[in-house]
């Protein structure tokens, strides 16, 4: 059974960082596409990046671009999104996510937020 498990978020300022964490288990993550989403109140999904560990292809949406950097723990099948220079607009719970045998590359994960299973939450919280 696929369990992903976000941890490490927080409240932070404004230009603040937080580095968020995933324990993933029950798959491991080569033949998978793996990623981050975020949701705020009241809003629908938001891609924020993902890689899709069959191609080793990797994407970032506009707003994260420059400021977050996704990376993977293979060994301890862990996965990490440092976020950078956060701002109030940043504030939402984060959720990190997989899908099994991809057929898309990660740039369709990030525009689509569509993986297969993802865990609980995380808050992340920006004041201004």
């Known amino acids: 059974e696929v369990q992903l498990q976000a941890s490490g978020g927080g409240l932070v300022q404004a230009g603040g960082s937080l580095r968020l964490s995933c324990v993933a288990s029950?798959?491991?993550?080569?033949?998978?596409?793996i990623g981050w989403f975020r949701q705020a109140p009241g809003k629908g999904r938001e891609g924020l990046s993902s890689i899709n560990m069959r191609d080793g292809s990797t994407a970032y949406a506009d707003s994260a671009k420059g400021r977050f950097t996704i990376s993977t723990d293979k060994i301890n099948n862990l996965m990490y999104l440092q976020m950078n220079n956060l701002q109030p607009e940043d504030t939402a719970v984060y959720y990190c996510?997989?899908?099994?045998?991809?057929?898309?590359?990660?740039?369709?994960?990030?525009?689509?937020?569509?993986?297969?299973?993802w865990g609980q939450g995380t808050q992340v919280t920006v004041s201004s």
């Open positions: 996510a997989a899908d099994r045998s991809p057929v898309y590359g990660a740039s369709w994960y990030v525009q689509s937020a569509d993986f297969g299973s």
């Open positions: 029950g798959f491991t993550f080569d033949d998978y596409a």
